[in-house]
């Protein structure tokens, strides 16, 4: 399944060590289907669960704008332990297709909930931060297609071939938490990734489990 999502201001984040969070302007999988889990009123508790029996992506459409801020993670309880200046990236009125591939039934629930606007929860992004505006284009699919090709996406590093940059490119090298080590994604606007593999598609968003694998 997919649709397209809007929203109004958003902040996308991920623990990526004991200490820090990194910005980002596609949300990864994990937070793609927390937001459709949200929507089901399923409990963290069984987002933990159940996560790993789907696969999801995203996929930015457009944007109208990204402010960046520098800020210091304090913590409430004093330590020796120093954070550093980090830059938060917001992005006003980004406009996403979002994916997900699983269990038929849970899929097709999800579907007429969007199609009716009838959320138990409204969507929300665990330690991120956005303010959901609006749904559109839901859309079923009984296949994926594949490719090895795909755009203004993200890929893990260890599939990256090579990249093709527009007018107007962004293309970031970020880390990410994968089974408890440090691991790297790419994500790009106006860029088209070439893979070493082709990866499942639906809608041209590629689908990855929670950890980022194929």
Known sequence: MTVDILFDLAHFKVHTTMKSRSSYIIPLPTTVIGFFFAILGKSREEY??????????????????????????????????????????????????????????????????????????VPYAGISDLIFFDTTNPKLYDKYEETNEIEDTYLPKNLFSSLEMRE????????????????????????????????????EVPLYDCFLRL
């Open 168 to 203: 107007g490119s962004i293309v970031y090298n970020l880390p990410y938490v994968y089974l408890g080590g440090p691991k790297t994604v790419i994500m790009g606007l106006n860029v088209k990734f070439k893979l070493k593999e082709k990866v499942n598609v639906i809608g």
């Open 48 to 121: 933990i669960r159940e996560r790993v029996m789907f696969k999801a992506g995203a996929k930015l459409l457009e944007i109208k704008g990204i402010c960046r801020e520098n800020a210091q993670m304090l913590k409430l309880k004093r330590s020796r332990e120093e954070s550093t200046t980090e830059e938060l990236i917001i992005l006003f009125r980004p406009k996403y297709r979002f994916a997900i591939w699983g269990n038929k039934k849970t899929i097709n629930e999800l579907y007429e909930r969007i199609s009716e606007f009838n959320f138990e929860f």
